[in-house]
């Protein structure tokens, strides 16, 4: 069957393993199909099922019962071979070797990849159910309930453990927190009871009120009285009035 890539979409993981996912090669029912580049350069086909087939334990047991199949153990004597001492059916025939594979909630595997010839895609056609114990499949309602799940299946997130300081850490944070207090208390003291000692603070005075006065009205000058020359006083007896003389008339002129 010949590949032909196209460009990863939207959820294709973009590393599985050690293996880098550069694009998709095949599309199937049960998963997809990368191509992938190794850590020594080599590309490789992957196969990945969707998240229904692997919530599902019966398909992802097929997928995985496939992977233990091809993949050869020590000794070159493959897993289902060595069980008991009775041969078991391959799952399947001419399978390519296995380079790497994970079997966990997220399965995958990864065989060398050759343009044209056959790849990981043969690992998901075990997955789908092609016939029943009474027969082949038939029926319009006979199709896998996963089958609407088709987002490539993702390993779930590591959780990491949150950073913890160790007891000594905690034990010098504590104390540099509590000298931090005292020094913060004698601060606080000292300026209480310094203040204390010294003169008491002068009151401070009342705000000034400010009554508003009338403007002062201007007053008219007093009439002042004219001043009186003084009178004369009167003759003494025995004096003479000066300028008559003694008998004389004062209306009239001296006589001379």
């Known amino acids: 069957m010949a590949d032909v890539a196209s460009p990863l979409q939207f959820g294709d993981p973009p590393r599985l393993g050690p293996y880098v996912v550069q694009a998709r090669l095949h599309t199937a029912p049960a998963g997809f199909v990368y191509l992938a580049q190794g850590p020594d350069g080599r590309a490789v086909s992957l196969a990945l099922l969707t998240r229904g087939a692997a919530f599902d334990p019966a398909a992802r047991d097929r997928f995985v019962t496939a992977i233990k199949e091809s993949a050869p153990e020590q000794g070159g004597v493959r897993g289902w071979f060595a069980r008991g001492g009775r041969a078991r059916s391959a799952v399947l025939e001419d399978a390519p070797p296995v380079l790497g594979a994970d079997t966990g909630r997220a399965p995958w595997v990864a065989v060398p990849y050759v343009p044209g010839g056959p790849g990981a895609e043969r690992f998901l056609e075990p997955v789908m159910v092609g016939g029943t114990l009474i027969g082949q499949a038939h029926g319009p309602d006979f199709v896998p309930y996963w089958l609407t799940d088709r987002a490539p299946a993702l390993a779930p997130p590591v959780r990491r453990r949150p950073l ?21 208390t004698i601060f606080l003291l000292l300026m209480l009871l310094g203040r204390s000692g010294d003169a008491p603070m002068p009151q401070q005075l009342p705000p000034t009120q400010f009554m508003p006065t009338p403007p002062p009205t201007p007053t008219s000058p007093e009439p002042q009285e004219p001043t009186r020359s003084p009178s004369p006083s009167p003759p003494e007896s025995g004096q003479e009035t000066p300028g008559r003389s003694p008998g004389g008339d004062s209306s009239g002129d001296p006589q001379l």
Do not use: N
Not at 171 to 176: F, N, P, S, V
């Open 164 to 184: 913890t300081e160790t007891r000594k850490r905690v034990l010098l944070a504590t104390l540099a927190l509590l000298l931090l207090l005292l020094l913060a």
